[in-house]
């Protein structure tokens, strides 16, 4: 009877654990159907952006020591810094385009121990909105902004007297605000392709803001009554607008950017205003030529030029006589560059 009693408890645990196995079998077949019938979620890709964003920065820094140097010379330090820096939007058939270009360079020799002087001072700013006639057109209604002024005082350095120091024989030639240049242009933009295009803006009206009142009359403006020279207009005490000097003319900007392989790269940018009301025919000019060689990947070789025509710039000669010259600066540097985009 015993064993009869374990036989059947042994049959029935089995058949229990059988049973068991079948339902978890069943539960995890039904689990599989499940899952395989159930919808797939798919990672979705990010969307796209319509801005293109870039930031160069860029530092240099060169020393000379001469000690019992035969051939003479000076100790000196240079030191310059710039930051070019682009924002530009598209979206369908309108784009926006925004650059700001800032350059700072500073001077010490030992010959004028008693100063610092300025290498290059440069602050730009382009600002452009377009919008595309059709779809595969590469004309554009386009409104353009742009601002040039520098940061600090510029000055003419003539030989102290007995007694002065460098700086207190130099000559105020320039300064922050003194002069800048704004224009706001409605017209046209050809892009025919991606290294290449010009804006013409046949409506454009310009603002030279010249802040410190003594360097206006270089900068083609009337003097205040006490800076005023004999024979020359001054303004009158209550002019509002006396840092000011208003034009209205046409305005055509070329840009061209290439690279010549994936190191050496070119850019240029030529700016002619004419002014309506001033002697149209002879334009204000605005030429900018870069050429950067990036010999490594942090650290480039760079040539940069500008030549300018102002012919309400009154420029000295040795005589002292004063006319509208072209004027012309270059800069060789080897600096260290950053870069930060979204790419």
Partial sequence: MKKTVISLALILSAAFVSFAQQNVQDAAAEAAKAISEAPQEVAQAPKPSNWNDELVFDLGFNQT??????????????FNAGLDAKAD???????????????????????????????????????KFSYRTKKDSKWSYSVAFDFRSQFANGYTYNKPADGQ?????????????????????????????AWFNINLSPFTGGLTIVRIPELRYTYGMDLLPKYAPDGKTADTPGDHFKYTKFQLGALIKTN????????LGYETQLVLFSDYLNKPWIPRVN????????????????????????????IADKAGSTAPRVQFKEFLTFSFTWTVDNK
């Fill in 65 to 78: 020591q001469l000690t019992n140097w035969a051939a003479g010379g000076f100790n000196n330090l240079t």
């Fill in 287 to 314: 030429w900018d030529n870069k050429i950067v060689w990036q010999l490594a990947k942090y650290f480039k070789l760079g040539f940069n030029t500008w030549l300018i025509y102002d012919p309400n710039v009154l």
């Fill in 165 to 193: 120091t460098w700086m207190q024989a130099a000559k105020l030639k320039s300064g922050f605000l003194s002069p800048a240049y704004t224009n706001l242009g409605f017209g046209m933009d050809w892009a025919p392709n």
């Fill in 256 to 263: 061209i950017k290439f690279n010549v392989n994936d190191r």
């Fill in 89 to 127: 939007y598209a979206k369908d058939l309108a784009s926006w385009g925004n650059r700001l270009q800032l350059q700072y360079g500073m001077l010490w020799s030992e010959d004028k121990e008693d100063l610092i002087q300025r290498s290059t001072d440069r602050i730009y700013l382009e600002s």
